[in-house]
């Protein structure tokens, strides 16, 4: 059976130097300038950039892709992508998808990014062990039995691994109890999260000169948790708040990405009944059958891998 789209979708987050203003001292590693611009000059000698109108026109019967066609996405709604990434594209005449929160600007630091601050602050066996001491024994005991589980998935045998072991713990199994106790570590050991979240996340200001600018914007949840381990009412909260945020960026139908690619069996109806016309995981895949589930290559890895993935 012919597949409804043939897209290469890139997926990008941090694209940083060292002590540049997106870096800004957190330690926080990401990919290169360099890399980042080294990459697209690889990616236009394969295929043909295309924006989010074209694939929304393609996924509606308006239009074909052409061939090659390589999408752009970049997640999380950082300071990266105006600092680094807009300049670049919009010199090159190109256009990127930016999946944001649905944030206000007075809203805090994700769980997910306080860890990736904490990470680079008390390196990985440092955040476990402040993290356990903080613990009560019973909560001790869900630790030890989640990590356990998640070993089958996230193996400990690299640091990568066990990086991704200790997250899963904490982003689900942990995760009501966690955002607390992280807003605790985060004050004590980087400093006041309000501020830090400030000049994390774009503004609406940027956000605006990036859309003026040919960016194109899509839905990433309000609080970025994974949608198989929330319930059917909060996923819709979530994704009605994605609608809400995007009406004042851009007219739809949009494109809405996965908090860490977590997929539920009800999104895509969901996603629908919100005005998203689609939905990016973090699967590799070229090759697309369903508009709610279209898989993306991890940029970053590439860089690292080269692009051989034809």
Known sequence: MKPLLELTVIMHHYVRDRGDMAEAGSGIPGMSVGDFEVQLDELSHQHTFVAWPAVRAALQGNRPLPNSACLLTFD??????????????????????????????????????????????????????????????????????????????????SSEGRINLLKAVLQRDLSPEVDTLLLDLFEEHVGPESETARNYYLNLEQIQEMAAGGMHFGGHSHSHPWFDWIDSGNRTAEISASAAWLRQIEPGPWAFAYPYGGFSKDAPQLLKAHGFVAAFTTKAQLYHSNPYFIGRLDGEELAHEGLGYA
């Open 76 to 157: 999380d709604g950082i300071r990266d992508h105006y600092l680094n990434v807009f300049k670049i594209l919009h010199e090159r005449s190109l256009s990127g998808l930016f999946f944001v929160l649905a944030r206000d600007e007075t809203d805090g630091l994700i769980p997910a990014h306080k860890i990736h601050f904490l990470l680079a602050s008390l390196g990985l066996a440092g955040l476990r062990q402040a993290i356990w001491e903080k613990l009560n024994p019973a909560q001790r005991e869900q630790f030890t039995q989640a990590e356990k589980r998640y070993r089958l998935k996230y193996p400990p045998v």
